[in-house]
């Protein structure tokens, strides 16, 4: 297991089971050792053959979270790495992708992926800052409900399924952009 893939799996737990969250359901801090909820209790659930300090290495070069002696704080809100040009590109080509691919298959007629966008225009530019504000809170409250089943499926088909029967994947992404008439990016 590569240790962007399995950092990405980490903070896809963290945010996604309700052992890793505050009240308001948001990412806790956790104590660096000892049992759930603690940061290397959250490795173990992912991946038993790789040391939670390289994971945790990892996720700080990314620039995704932070250390003292004793605790562990994400700073990110989902795995979006500040650092690291060669995993911004994988995830850009990952996510491209898989939006071209359910766009295009739609075309055919015999698929219907979601695939939807919200537009207006005519807007000024405190509007189109206050929609961006809008769509990352709606979209903080899809993650956390579409991660939760995504991970209890996943864990589901851990336990239940062959090797051979886990054979697809499914991605569930979204994007906001705002430019002038000129498309200068806001």
Avoid: C
Wanted: glycine content about 4%.
């Amino acid at each position: 297991e590569q240790p962007l893939s399995l950092a990405s799996q980490v903070v896809a737990r963290w945010l996604g089971d309700a052992t890793y969250l505050d009240e308001e359901g948001g990412p806790r801090t956790l104590p660096r050792f000892g049992d759930a909820p603690s940061f290397d209790s959250l490795v173990a659930q992912v991946s038993h053959d790789i040391r939670a300090r390289t994971v945790l290495a990892e996720l700080e070069r990314l620039g995704m979270a932070e250390h003292t002696e004793r605790h562990v704080r994400l700073l990110a809100p989902g795995f979006v790495p500040r650092q690291g040009f060669a995993e911004m590109m994988a995830l850009l080509r990952d996510n491209a992708h898989d939006h071209l691919a359910a766009a295009t298959l739609n075309l055919d007629g015999e698929h219907n992926y979601l695939e939807q966008a919200v537009f207006v225009d005519e807007l000024t530019a405190e509007s189109a800052r206050h929609l961006h504000a809008v769509a990352a809170k709606a979209w903080r409250q899809v993650f956390r409900t579409v991660m939760r089943e995504a991970q209890a499926r996943f864990d589901h088909d851990q336990a239940h399924a062959t090797s051979a029967q886990r054979t697809h994947r499914a991605r569930f992404g979204s994007y906001f952009y705002a430019a002038n008439q000129d498309d200068e990016p806001l």
